[in-house]
Structure formats: structure tokens, C-alpha cells
């Protein structure tokens, strides 16, 4: 009799909840620092963006290119124009519809050098772009490109909220975000959570009527939100963590592939970090498997792939803790140890280790890292970057003498823009025109086992080279309550598929 | 509405509604389980396994940790028993093989046809001899003879010969060993090793390119300047994989002495706790737990995961209730052995394999990476059972995600590095899907 007065009770309940509707709350390690996929440097941001935005083109399940604010497309025999036709049921978040104007903004403000775009290389292959009415738009390629959808998948800006196309990170778009994507952004909370609502003139259903990205930038009490149900998803679980996830059968474990890998990254403008030598110093000097161990399981790498790369070279080994062989490239660069110290004309060795405080386990990696070129007769000091300050030192000024940091990338693993010498992400400064040489080559050949041969030796050119040592991957999963149904991830991006998502 | 439904529904439970369906699990239904049994009769579980006088203990250890091979060589101590059960570790090895084999021609398939209508098959390449021993290894002869057309072309002579020999041979056999061409020689080895189970002079040569070709990348001094680029193009061998798949098998026949290895263990005189040791659970006991019984006709994710947490609800009741009542020995067999996780594990291995037999791959996607121990995710362990990646690798393929095969194809690396040549074909076959793609990057 209980459990029927009980199932009446619970029914009644179920009943009068809204048919879709609770809020997905899920973390980040830090809060997207600027909303304008113009100026996305972070996967944190990546993901909001693909909650607010669209592209013209999307991955659906299969990874395949499908139309998103494009409705269809011609491509010419020469295959050097593009002319799409755009969906005529679009709107932005403010009402106003969306148009080919809309399109033809957003690329010529990426091109634009005025607007220091960060995704300034995703339209380098459009050479023209011509608005045929407002529903439709010509695209001219540099070259003859086979599948143009496949790159077409950058983020649409509405023009109507810009002045021009010398767009500015201090935009007021920036804090004011609005897209054709699924989601809107309705507050920022003082706590540094973002609450976003489901586009009611989205054309198709959005399921979940409400999403809050909180900023957790412990991973340790991110994954105790989750356990105590104050969270409804991380979209990243440290290995650590894994086990006691596992175990609790309300969550829900996905992996998904994202090729991400730890480093530290030298500053080549800077003595004494121009000197391969010493750079390799630093790395014999580094015992990359204790500094992991805090973190929990992963693969040492030797290089700026991941093991399953097809452009890993396995015949590159990772560092390893050498002394003597560190101590013999120290000495060749004119130091010698006095006492428990390096010091070159006296003056003791130091430098300064740089890190993102909000990436996951960054402290302890760094204070592990101190202690270990301490012991080894290195005097270091640590700093740790708000996210601010660390687009101004390392994106902008170069202001650092070695970073941790992280990079993921999707499945195309492209590293251009990290170690050619023009890379729009080239951080450290490296140059090397055999290394440029070979990353173009990659770029330009069609044939796998020329790109493989090509970047399997930049990886061990870059090894050699050291400028920066390669540390480690991480496995990747994300943590969902098991109330969050029909969870699709996708490999990168991550919530491209929140429209099947739904809340039980 | 709403409330009408409301009263109608509740009114129905109030009237017909059975406490005991809601009932949380007792695990009772899991009694029968090869992995109760042990619990609860630690002593013939000691009996069975043996002690550490006998090879057939490490046999037993081997098995447990899905070292297929070194269980095979433990237990095959010559006597009718030991055989039988080298018989189980045999059929457990060609299983993981025939898995392997299918992954095998998914991937050569899907990457030579996408060479060919992506870019086009490079001038002079002996790709198309290799896409065309494949096809005729396969069965596909039509596939075959308009590739082997295409590998007259090719600049090796003996590629050329090979293509043409095979062309009017039609098949795979009937080669001799002790010819000039080497990649005729190599025809003989593999009909060799398929009739008489020598896997040795096959696996010797695994990881050794079939044949190699430069390539010579032209400058282009007066456009890009791009200075000129020497490499080589090495394809592996596509008759590895079946070979290998049909070996095994032929091991685990000779060793049973029987055309069906199977079923040679199960009508066998063996202890029946020898027979279902380490293995899945029977249909009737899924069954009787209510777990992937009437699956949707979709390949349906969700129902998948919903299988998973009934069996999990399952098996969590079985565990406590079976440390609650188990003697020291047989607590300390569950925890050591890990064993409801081995359990669950085979369990949704069976699954997952049925899923792919089933044309549904996100479902058995979905049931072997839940299978997985995560705190070893990159190892074979007890739990982490190596079919399970191959599962991973096949299911991967077939949804459009190669590049994150080559994640769950990179875990068994290791242990079989004979699967070199089928990561170095999905690795191209990645990297032809992803030809135009704009790569993406970000921090953190």
C-alpha cells in the first residue's frame, strides 16, 4: 500500500514536470575567457562556441561533412568556385535573420589582419568571397579544392552586431554573444558560471532546455560534484579519477579521441633557451614518468603526436633522465657546478616555469618539475597565469622563459601552426626551414605515405631540436549522469550532438 | 490530460501492480555462474586450476589474463585433459584472430577504394596489386580482376608478374615456394600456413613491407620552392590477417582433434566449471535477468547502455551477497581474480560480438569500451580482454571514426605487433578521410 501511495505520488510529480526541460550543468576547468569564435584559443571556449554557433557546414555521427547554415552547394568542374545556397530559416538569437551578408562578414573579418584573428588560417584557402542575394554566396578557392564542405565548418558571426571588419577582441560581442546555434547565452553569473537557454526559434527541437557551464577548476572536487549530483557532466575526468567514476553506477563514462598532449615549451628568443643544447639539457634533466604519476595514467611521448598517430615516429625515444649527458651539454655551454649549483660567470643558473593556473594539475606538475631542476642545480621560480595574462605573455608578448601547457587537436593532428615558421601558434619561435619544408610538403601531398614519411620525420627533427619537450597524453573521457540519455561526443568538439541529449 | 493519464496510471498500479517486479536484484539469478561457483566452492575452483606443480596452473593464469599463446603452451602437457583445455585457449585465440581478420578487410577495402576515388591511384604504384591480392584473397573476384588490370602498369617488374600470374590463376593458390618472385613466394607460405597451422614463417615476416617503392616528390622551385622529397611507399601484406585467423583455427581443430573445437570441449569429460572458467554467461541466464532480451531493430546506443546497467545492477547485488556469504577463500578468490569484473566483462563481450554479427556497431561500440577497466585503459588485463579492442576497431571503422580505431588498434600493438601492417593501412585510410579537412587546434 505504501509504494502504491508512493508510485501515485512520484507519477503525479513526473507528470507535472515539463516534458523536456532540467538544466545540464557541466564543468570546465576555466571559464571561456572571450566568446567570439574569431578569437577561440581554448577547447573550453571551442565547446560554448558550438552551443551558441553555427558553420555553414557539420560533422553529423559519421564524421562526414553536412550542411548546417548551408542548405545546398554547387561546386564547379574547376573546382574553384563555390556557390552555396543558405538556409532561408535562420535567425540569430536577437530575431533578426540570418544571411549571405552574415557569411561574407565573419570570412572577410577572419582574413582581415586588422582583427588578429587566432582562426585567421581557416579561411587562408578563400580567395574571394561574392554575395549573390541574401540567400546565397559565391566562394572563390586559391586553389582547386576536391571537398570545400569539409573546411566550411568555422563559426558564423552576425554583421549586424559589428561595426565593420576590423573586429576587435574588446568587441562588446564579446560578452554579449549571439549565434543560430541551439543555445543562447542569457547570464553571466558572478561566480564565473555561464547559463544558457534552448533557441525557442531553433529549428529543430532542443531537448534540454537549459545548460550552465560552471568553472571548477579543481578536477578533484569537479569529479565529487558529479558523484554528489550537484553536476550533470564533465566533459573531461582526470585517469585519477576514472576508477571512482567507474564505480558509481549513476555516471557514465564516454572516452573520445582528442589528441591532446602536455609540454614545455622553451622561448628560442630568449638565452639561454636558443641553444638546442641546453633545451636538451632541460629535458635529460626531467624525469617525465614521476611527473606524471600524480595525474594517473597516460603515454610518454617523444614527440608532437600521440602514440596512435599515424605520424608518430616510434623510432623516436622520449626523454629520458640522463645527468651526465645533461650535465656534458651544460658544461659545453660554459657552466660548471659550484656546489649544489649551475652557475656560468658566477652567476647561479635560474629561470622561471610558467603555467596556466587553470590547467588541470598544473601545480603539482610544475612544483614536481621545480623540485626535480632544483635537485638537479637549477635555481627555479614558478608562476602561475591568470587566463588574461596568459594570452597577453605567451599569445601576444612572448614574455616567458618555459611554459606548461597543453594543445589538442582533432583528427587531422595538424601541427603547422605550432612549429612552422610562419605558425600563427608558434609560441617557443622555432624555426627551422628543413622542418618548414617538410610541413609543407605534408600540406600540399595527397598521398598518405608521403605525409606520413614527411611528419614522421619532423617529429624526430622537432625532437632533436627540442623546443619543447613533449611530456605526455592523457586519456580522455567524459562523465555524465546517467539522466543525461542519447549522449553522443564528438571527438573534439565535443557537444555537437546536444540536440539528441536529453534529461530522464 | 495530464492528470486524467495520471490517475488512470497510478489507479493501475494501485490495482495490478506487483512490489516484486520493482523488487532491487537479489544477484540469485547469477548462481549458476561460473564465477559463483568459484566463490562459493573455492575448493574445486583449487582443484580445477591446480597447483603450482603443474603447467597447468600457469595455464589457468594465462588464461585469466588473456595471454592466449602461453595458455595454449601451459596446458598442452600432452594428456587428454590438457589438451582439451590448451583446446579452450586455442578456440579463445582464433575468436580474437577472426575478429582481427574481419577488421582486416574492412580496413584494406575501405582504404584502397578510397585511394582511388580520392586522389587516384599514383602513376606506376604497385598499390593496385596489393588491393587486388586482397580482393582475391577475399572472395571478390570482380574487385580483384579490375585491380590486378590496374597493377599492369605497375613500375616493378616482378609487381607486374605477380598481377599477371595471378590474373590467369584466379585465386590464391597453387603457387610454388621456390620461385624467383618473391611475392609469389609468398602466396606459397600463406596457403602453407593456412593448410597445416605453421603460423611461424608467417609471423617472422609480418611486420616486414610486402614490397616497398620510391617515391619521388618533384621541387617545385619556380611555385611553392619546395625542395625535392625522397620516401618510400611499403605496403604490408593483406593475406596476413586471414592467415593468421584461419591458423589459429586449424591449431585449436588439430589440438581437439576434432573439425569443431567447441564442441569437442563441451561434450568433453572436462570439470564443467573447466569448461565456462573465465568465460561469458549462458543465454538463459541473461534471460533470466531480463539483459539484451528483445533488442530494438535500430542500432540503438541507448538500449545498449541500458543493457549494461541491468546487468550491473545484477551483478553488484550478486557480488555483496556473495561476499557477505563467501569463506575467506572464496572472498579472497573474488576480490584477487577480480571476477565479477572478468564476469561482466566476457559478458558484454558476447554482446558487443553479437552486435557487429548483427550490423550493429555503435551497439557493440557501446558494450565493449563499458566492458573496459579503466583503470588500466591501454593494457590487456584480466578485465580488459583483448577481443574487446578488436570489437572497438571494427566498430570504429564502420561508424566513420577510423582515426579513433587506431587508439583501441594502438592497445594491442604491443601484444600482437604483428598487427603493424593493419595500423599502417588505417592510418592511410585516416588520413585519406581527412584529406581536405582544416585542422583544428586549441590549449587546454
Known amino acids: 500500500m505504501q509504494t502504491r501511495r508512493i508510485s501515485i505520488l512520484l507519477l503525479a510529480l513526473f507528470f507535472s514536470a515539463p516534458a523536456w526541460g532540467q538544466a545540464l550543468r557541466y564543468a570546465e576547468d576555466k571559464a571561456p575567457g572571450i566568446v567570439n569564435p574569431v578569437y577561440t584559443t581554448s577547447m573550453s571556449e571551442a565547446r560554448l562556441n558550438e552551443l551558441l554557433f553555427e558553420g555553414l557546414y557539420i560533422d553529423n555521427t559519421e564524421l562526414m561533412s553536412v550542411p548546417a547554415l548551408a542548405e545546398t552547394a554547387q561546386l564547379s568542374d574547376d573546382k574553384t568556385e563555390m556557390t552555396i545556397r543558405l538556409r532561408y530559416d535562420a535567425r540569430w538569437h536577437d530575431g533578426v535573420p540570418f544571411t549571405s551578408a552574415d557569411v561574407a562578414f565573419t570570412i572577410e573579418a577572419m582574413k582581415n589582419k586588422k582583427s588578429l584573428s587566432t582562426e585567421r588560417g581557416r579561411v587562408a584557402w578563400i580567395k574571394k568571397v561574392e554575395v549573390l542575394d541574401d540567400t546565397a554566396i559565391k566562394l572563390y578557392f586559391e586553389n582547386p579544392e576536391a571537398r570545400p564542405q569539409d573546411k566550411l565548418m568555422f563559426k558564423i558571426l552576425p554583421k549586424h552586431r559589428f561595426t565593420g571588419v576590423d573586429m576587435k577582441r574588446t568587441d562588446a560581442f564579446r560578452t554579449e554573444p549571439i549565434g543560430t546555434g541551439p543555445y543562447k547565452l542569457v547570464r553571466y553569473n558572478d561566480d564565473n558560471s555561464i547559463a544558457l537557454e534552448a533557441n525557442p526559434d531553433y529549428r529543430e527541437t532542443v531537448k534540454l532546455s537549459e545548460m550552465v557551464m560552471r568553472e571548477v577548476s579543481d578536477k578533484n572536487y569537479q569529479a565529487k560534484l558529479l558523484h554528489y549530483e550537484s553536476l550533470e557532466a564533465l566533459v573531461r575526468v582526470l585517469p585519477r579519477d576514472l576508477a571512482s567514476l567507474q564505480n558509481n553506477r549513476k555516471v557514465e563514462l564516454y572516452p573520445y579521441q582528442t589528441n591532446s598532449w602536455w609540454y ?93 593556473q587553470s590547467l588541470e594539475s598544473s601545480q603539482e606538475v610544475v612544483i614536481n618539475l621545480q623540485s626535480q631542476l632544483q635537485a638537479a642545480g637549477i635555481k627555479v621560480n614558478v608562476e602561475f597565469l591568470d587566463e588574461a595574462s596568459w594570452k597577453a605573455r605567451v599569445w601576444r608578448e612572448r614574455n616567458f622563459d618555459i611554459i606548461l601547457s597543453q594543445w589538442t587537436f582533432d583528427r587531422n593532428e595538424d601541427i603547422r601552426d605550432q612549429f612552422h615558421g610562419k605558425g600563427s601558434r608558434n609560441f617557443t619561435g622555432y624555426s627551422s626551414s628543413r622542418v618548414d619544408a617538410l610541413l609543407d610538403r605534408a600540406r600540399e601531398s595527397t598521398d598518405p605515405h608521403v605525409k606520413k614519411a614527411a611528419l614522421r620525420e619532423v617529429h624526430a627533427a622537432i625532437h632533436e631540436d627540442a623546443p619543447m619537450i613533449f611530456l605526455w597524453t592523457l586519456d580522455s573521457y567524459a562523465a555524465l549522469s546517467t539522466r543525461v540519455r542519447n549522449v553522443v561526443v564528438h571527438p573534439f568538439y565535443f557537444f555537437t550532438y546536444v540536440l539528441d541529449w536529453r534529461m530522464d | 490530460m495530464r492528470l486524467y493519464v495520471t490517475i488512470l496510471l497510478s489507479l493501475a498500479i494501485g490495482c495490478g501492480g506487483d512490489d516484486a517486479k520493482n523488487a532491487a536484484p537479489s544477484g540469485d539469478a547469477l548462481d549458476a555462474s561460473w564465477a559463483n561457483i568459484v566463490v562459493s566452492q573455492p575448493v574445486r575452483f583449487a582443484e580445477v586450476v591446480g597447483d603450482e606443480r603443474t603447467g597447468r596452473r600457469d595455464g589457468w593464469i594465462a588464461l585469466h589474463q588473456n595471454d592466449f599463446g602461453a595458455a595454449v603452451d601451459a596446458f598442452n602437457d600432452g594428456t587428454p585433459h590438457g589438451k582439451l583445455l590448451a583446446t579452450r585457449a586455442a578456440v579463445e585465440r582464433s575468436e580474437l584472430f577472426e575478429d582481427l581478420a574481419r577488421v582486416n578487410d574492412i580496413a584494406w577495402f575501405s582504404t584502397f577504394s578510397t585511394w582511388q576515388q580520392r586522389t587516384g591511384i599514383p602513376e606506376g604504384s604497385g598499390l593496385p596489386y596489393v588491393a587486388g591480392l586482397h580482393a582475391l584473397d577475399a572472395g571478390d573476384s570482380d574487385a580483384a580482376t579490375a585491380w590486378l588490370e590496374l597493377a599492369s602498369n605497375a613500375k616493378a617488374e616482378e609487381v607486374r608478374n605477380a598481377a599477371l600470374q595471378l590474373t590467369e590463376r584466379g585465386n590464391v593458390t597453387g603457387f610454388s615456394a621456390d620461385v624467383e618472385n618473391s611475392l609469389l613466394r609468398s602466396l606459397a607460405r600463406h596457403e602453407l600456413a593456412r593448410q597445416n597451422g605453421d603460423l611461424l614463417p608467417i609471423l617472422q615476416r609480418a611486420n616486414s613491407a610486402l614490397f616497398s617503392e620510391p617515391v619521388e616528390v618533384a621541387s617545385d622551385e619556380e611555385g611553392s620552392g619546395l625542395p625535392a622529397l625522397t620516401v618510400e611507399r611499403s605496403f604490408f601484406d593483406p593475406q596476413v590477417g586471414r592467415t593468421l585467423a584461419l591458423g589459429y583455427a586449424k591449431n585449436a581443430t588439430g589440438l581437439a582433434g576434432d573439425a569443431s573445437p567447441n564442441s569437442a570441449v563441451l561434450n568433453s569429460d572436462l570439470d564443467p566449471l573447466a569448461k565456462a572458467l573465465f568465460g561469458g554467461a549462458p543465454a538463459e541466464m541473461l534471460a533470466q535477468i531480463d539483459v539484451a532480451q528483445n533488442p530494438t531493430a535500430e542500432d540503438d546506443v541507448e538500449w545498449a547502455r541500458e543493457q549494461v546497467r541491468r546487468l550491473d545492477e545484477h551483478l553488484d547485488a550478486w557480488e555483496g551477497a556473495s561476499f557477505a556469504n563467501a569463506s575467506d577463500d572464496g572472498k579472497a578468490l573474488l576480490q584477487d581474480l577480480d571476477l565479477a569484473d572478468v564476469f561482466r566483462s566476457r559478458i558484454l563481450l558476447g554482446l558487443a560480438r553479437e552486435a557487429l554479427r548483427g550490423d550493429h556497431p555503435r551497439r557493440a561500440l557501446a558494450f565493449a569500451q563499458l566492458a573496459l577497466d579503466l583503470e588500466h585503459p591501454r593494457e590487456i588485463t584480466p578485465v580488459n580482454h583483448p577481443a574487446l579492442q578488436a570489437v572497438i576497431v571494427e566498430a570504429q571503422l564502420r561508424t566513420g571514426h577510423t582515426r579513433e580505431a587506431l587508439d583501441a588498434l594502438q592497445v594491442l600493438l604491443p601484444a600482437y605487433p604483428v598487427l603493424l601492417g593493419l595500423d599502417e593501412v588505417i592510418s592511410d585510410l585516416a588520413i585519406l578521410q581527412n584529406l581536405d579537412r582544416h585542422g583544428d587546434s586549441k590549449e587546454n
Open chain 1, 264 to 356: 614545455l615549451g622553451f622561448n628560442l628568443g630568449k638565452k639561454p633557451f636558443d641553444d638546442p643544447r641546453f633545451r636538451q639539457a632541460i629535458g635529460l634533466l626531467i624525469d617525465q614518468e614521476a611527473l606524471m604519476a600524480p595525474i594517473g595514467t597516460g603515454d610518454l611521448l617523444s614527440g608532437p603526436y600521440v602514440k596512435s598517430s599515424p605520424y608518430y615516429n616510434h623510432d623516436v625515444p622520449a626523454w629520458r633522465p640522463d645527468e651526465f649527458a645533461a650535465s656534458g651539454k651544460l658544461e659545453e655551454l660554459g657552466y660548471e657546478r659550484q656546489g649544489e649549483l649551475w652557475t656560468k660567470g658566477g652567476i647561479p643558473l635560474e629561470l622561471t616555469i610558467t603555467a596556466h
